[in-house]
């Protein structure tokens, strides 16, 4: 099996702009993907994720900025960009009276030479083998939503894009389409890039991921990374005996930055290097500790931060 290539850069865009009246829909938005890795491209509806998403498939033109696919420029040699990309924007469309083999069988030949097996493999890893004969007609959106991923997928691209790919599947099959991206992009080694609202989804799903409001470029960076740059300090909540003393101990203690007070709760800035001190501090001053506890940050705290605040967002 093919291992994953994370140098290569898949997707580079390069300023992208686009205006409709007063609106800038994305505003010189740039990053790069690169191949096997999962790419997250997150912001709340309305935010430009679906305009610069039309913009890198030539759906829209933007007014400013390039898109290169592979090396090829979009503008340029737009069918050797394409050749090797697979995408689900907003909903798929599909011929609603033939069944879904058909539909995945008449999008194959848009590719050339689709072997019967390559057809077979997608339609099992999207779960439908024991559907595929039916008419779309019948299908629910998460259903139909599996179809399409198994459209973008049948041709092995090496550029995979999918907006808001979530919409509509229950929890059963988010987490399959977790599993199927991650070994697309990890074990394949294709590039995979995934716009979102859903946070939460992404933060389970996402090697990298870019942040955008109000269609402006915010933050691209490693979920780690993120979490550091909004909240560098280290927080831990401590559960004591006596948090009059408690307090009293940590006050003077070079170790421990901004602490709150919440009953028996203690949740203060330490760094790792220092929890330890802090622990035997408290308890050599005669106070009980019955739990210690790092508080993460979540994408959606982050999120908040990065765009501040006043969203709204699943």
Request: charged share 25%.
């Amino acid at each position: 099996m093919k291992m994953a290539d994370n140098k290569q850069v898949a997707l580079s865009i390069k300023n992208i702009t686009k205006i409709y009246g007063k609106k800038v829909a994305a505003d010189h938005v740039s990053f790069d993907i690169h191949r096997g890795e999962i790419f997250g491209f997150l912001g709340p509806n309305g935010a430009g994720k679906t305009t610069v998403i039309k913009s890198i498939l030539g759906f829209i033109f933007p007014d400013e900025g390039e898109v290169f696919i592979n090396g090829y420029n979009t503008k340029t040699d737009y069918e050797k960009a394409m050749a090797s990309v697979g995408g689900i924007v907003e909903n798929p469309e599909m011929y609603t009276n033939l069944s879904a083999r058909q539909n995945i069988e008449m999008y194959a030949r848009l590719h050339g030479r689709i072997t019967k097996s390559r057809i077979d493999e997608v339609i099992s890893d999207v779960g439908l083998s024991a559907r595929s004969k039916e008419a779309i007609k019948k299908y629910s959106l998460g259903m139909k939503q599996r179809i399409g991923l198994a459209q973008a997928m049948v041709h092995k691209p090496e550029l995979l894009i999918l907006d808001e790919p979530t919409n509509g599947l229950d929890p059963t099959g988010i987490h399959q389409l977790r599993d199927i991206l991650k070994k697309y992009a990890h074990e394949d080694g294709a590039a995979v890039m995934v716009s979102s609202h859903i946070l939460s989804e992404m933060q389970l799903l996402c090697d990298r991921v870019g942040i955008i409001s109000n269609g402006k470029l915010i933050s691209v960076c490693t979920m780690d990374e993120l979490a550091h740059q909004m909240n560098p300090s280290t927080q831990y909540s401590i559960k004591v005996s006596d948090a009059a003393k408690a307090s009293e101990l940590l006050s003077d203690n070079e170790a421990v930055g901004k602490a709150e007070t919440n009953g028996n709760i203690i949740t203060a800035e330490i760094s790792e290097d220092n929890i330890a001190s802090v622990v035997r501090l408290l308890v050599t001053g005669g106070v009980d500790i019955s739990e210690v506890h790092k508080i993460e940050s979540s994408l959606e705290d982050i999120f908040l931060q990065v765009t501040g605040g006043g969203i709204d967002i699943e």
